[in-house]
């Protein structure tokens, strides 16, 4: 298999060749030269496979420049009951991502948050530390990790790279809009490779610096930068792999279909899905749920893409979709205009020209609902009756970002044949925001014996401005 940019260059590199990048070096995003497709025979036989054998039986048709027997051992050391031990009352952990059905056979919440920091993101993250030593071992290189989060990827990049002796983290996040459990699990880690710089702006100014950074081909060969957001096609891999056994455990054939609703800032986490639907899995819907910076419900509601500026982005207490400029939205553009990248870099043109794309009245978007994509967006006051909501009738605590998936859920829910679940895959624990959780319930949430007291830790942090030249001046100064 072979990666390619989204938007046209001309180089082939094979998976390990861009497992430690991020941007393409025409700025664009890599892809697989092809989506591999999943026979029925295969489905059949993949249902019955623990979450570490089916990880590597999607992953081999992605990855062919790792052998077998490596990536089989990869995946047997990422998906492990110790490294995914913090399931909830009534889950097994040994499932890694077990399904609780809300509403047996029609509404049900795929946990993906049982990882070391309480949030999807390890799902993801954990295979991209034991991939990152793989090849760093191999070719007997060092990478300085460069990042941005919004909230949960940084602590679950750092948990997983911290103590690597071939590795440094630098990650950016948003100064003061974290929750405190977000900035507690990031800035009191004492591992002398983890570095975390807040930036006085939004995740987006955050966002830019890296992809800002990553272009600079010449500081990013010299200081050998390296890349864990969700730009990073591996992320986006190991995502696609919760989508099959999500749909396994909510089927007892593969004849039926399943819709999955999907809360989304950067659409990584739901581009994923549009790949394992695009390999075959038979998923009816994929259902978008944004928060109040809801620019992407704008595009799947009016073919209008927008990205707000940062004075434009609001600050909600679902702050890990606190986004406006989705990274991976790029790629499923891409599929939508026919794999044709000058199309694609036409439409981005149009943004930094105008501030904006409109695909209404257009082939492009008449093209959409072949991608199965459906959309809606959550306010405070939504998150907080989905919360209780979920909590009285069920008996489950769920994170706001996960209460927007579920009150979009409810939107589509009764549209779907009844014989097709619906999934909410769930975004993090509800430990990682106590303070909604009280405003909403008037208790605070059960917190893992193990992260208990976190929050009182010393914390380690460097504040700077959002600039570009900042940040490389504070990684040359320390790589």
Not at 413 to 434: C, G, I, N, S
Request: with cysteine; hydrophobic share 45%.
């Amino acid at each position: 298999m072979k990666y390619f940019s989204t938007r046209g260059h001309a180089a082939r590199p094979a998976f390990c060749d861009i497992l430690l990048g991020g941007l393409a070096p025409d700025g664009g995003l890599y892809l697989p030269e092809s989506i591999p497709a999943v026979s029925r025979a295969e489905l059949d036989a993949w249902r019955r496979l623990s979450y570490a054998e089916l990880a590597f039986e999607i992953l081999s048709k992605l990855i062919t420049d790792i052998p077998a027997d490596d990536l089989r051992d990869i995946c047997a050391r990422t998906y492990t009951a110790d490294a995914y031990r913090h399931a909830r009352a009534g889950e097994d952990p040994a499932r890694i991502a077990p399904l609780r059905w809300l509403e047996p056979g029609k509404l049900g919440l795929l946990a993906l948050s049982n990882g070391p920091t309480l949030a999807f993101k390890d799902m993801a993250m954990q295979l991209l530390g034991h991939l990152f030593e793989y090849v760093l071992e191999k070719r007997g290189e060092t990478v300085n990790v460069l990042g941005a989060t919004s909230g949960d990827t940084g602590s679950a990049a750092e948990y997983a790279m911290r103590g690597k002796s071939r590795v440094k983290v630098f990650m950016l996040s948003p100064h003061g809009k974290m929750s405190a459990f977000q900035r507690a699990q990031m800035y009191s880690l004492a591992d002398e490779n983890i570095f975390n710089i807040a930036v006085t702006g939004m995740f987006d100014d955050a966002q830019d610096i890296v992809k800002a950074v990553s272009s600079d081909a010449a500081f990013k060969a010299r200081h050998r930068i390296g890349a864990v957001n969700s730009i990073n096609w591996a992320r986006v891999a190991a995502q696609v792999i919760y989508y099959f056994y999500g749909y396994f455990a909510a089927t007892s054939s593969n004849a039926q279909q399943v819709a999955f609703c999907v809360p989304s800032g950067n659409f990584g986490n739901i581009y994923a899905g549009h790949v394992a639907r695009s390999m075959g899995l038979p998923v009816a819907r994929l259902i978008l749920a944004t928060n109040e910076n809801n620019v992407l419900d704008e595009f799947f509601r009016t073919g209008v893409y927008r990205p707000r500026k940062a004075s434009e982005t609001h600050v909600t207490s679902s702050p890990s979709m606190d986004i406006s400029k989705a990274s991976n939205f790029e790629r499923f553009v891409f599929d939508l205009v026919g794999r044709d990248p000058a199309a694609l870099v036409g439409l981005w043109e149009e943004i930094a020209a105008k501030g904006a794309f409109d695909l209404s009245g257009t082939p492009y978007l008449a093209r959409l609902p072949e991608f199965g994509f459906v959309s809606g967006t959550s306010t405070h006051a939504d998150r907080l009756t989905m919360i209780r909501n979920v909590h009285a009738r069920y008996g489950v605590m769920i994170d706001p970002h996960t209460a927007d998936g579920m009150k979009v859920a409810r939107q589509y829910l009764d549209d779907l044949p009844t014989d097709v679940p619906l999934l909410v895959l769930e975004t993090a624990q509800a430990a990682k925001f106590a303070d909604t959780l009280r405003e909403a319930l008037g208790c605070g949430p059960e917190i893992p014996v193990d992260l208990q007291g976190l929050e009182a830790l010393p914390q380690r942090v460097e504040v700077l401005p959002p600039a570009v030249e900042a940040v490389k001046a504070f990684i040359a100064e320390r790589v």
